[in-house]
């Protein structure tokens, strides 16, 4: 199995507050997203980094920054929580060599909950 | 705009076959994932199709034709810890990567 963590992987919290979860990884890979998963919705994509420093938007990024300074490390911040950001965040780890693979390694998931 | 459509559920019989459809609506298509993912687990890869045809690993196997804008995962043989649910997932230059909402397998004995 990939070495990917999360952290924390349960939170709850209060409309407002800031919240920042974390993903960290051991496998060196270049590529790092952050996905929402609710039901019936599958997985949606939030932010991506293709390397330290180098961060896109995805498809529902709005509400959501993000930062890497690290190889291993890509954080995801909510700025000011939202009852419609309670959901399961994923992160998601992709090996590179000359261009960006495919497979994707998901880490265990963080369950969100904003009161 | 871009859409993936996939059967919400499918139910089949423990040693039988089944296949899960998805078609995709997407500009600047580059290929057709599958994961399978268990009930309060993470997803994990199962194949990836660049180029039209089969590709098969094992008791699975995906299929895509890049002209109908269509695949589908071909599980055989089918055993009860395959159920599961699956989600197809399509990367394009347009959206980096969009994943269906998913398919709910089960299987009865």
């Known amino acids: 199995d990939a070495g990917i963590t999360q952290s924390p992987r349960h939170k709850v919290t209060e409309t407002g507050t800031p919240v920042t979860l974390r993903c960290h990884q051991t496998e060196n890979h270049r590529y790092m997203y952050w996905y929402r998963q609710d039901p019936g919705h599958g997985l949606r994509l939030i932010h991506y980094s293709y390397g330290v420093k180098d961060t896109d938007k995805g498809e529902v990024s709005d509400g959501y920054s993000v930062s890497r300074s690290k190889t291993e490390d890509f954080l995801l911040t909510l700025e000011s929580a939202t009852s419609s950001q309670t959901s399961v965040y994923f992160c998601?780890?992709?090996?590179?060599?000359?261009?960006?693979?495919?497979?994707?390694?998901f880490g265990p998931g963080t369950r969100l909950t904003v009161l | 705009g871009q859409s993936l459509e996939q059967p919400s559920e499918v139910t089949a019989v423990e040693g039988a076959i089944v296949q899960i459809n998805c078609t995709y609506q997407?500009?600047?298509?580059?290929?057709l994932s599958w994961y399978q993912q268990h009930d309060g687990g993470a997803p994990t890869f199962l194949s990836y199709n660049g180029l039209d045809g089969l590709e098969e690993t094992g008791r699975f196997s995906s299929f895509l034709s890049r002209s109908d804008s269509y695949g589908y995962l071909l599980l055989q043989e089918l055993q009860m810890k395959d159920s599961a649910s699956y989600f197809c997932a399509v990367y394009s230059s347009a959206s980096k990567i969009i994943f269906g909402s998913g398919t709910r397998l089960s299987i009865r004995p």
């Open positions: 997407t500009s600047g298509f580059y290929g």
């Open positions: 998601a780890i992709s090996e590179s060599r000359d261009r960006e693979s495919y497979e994707q390694f």
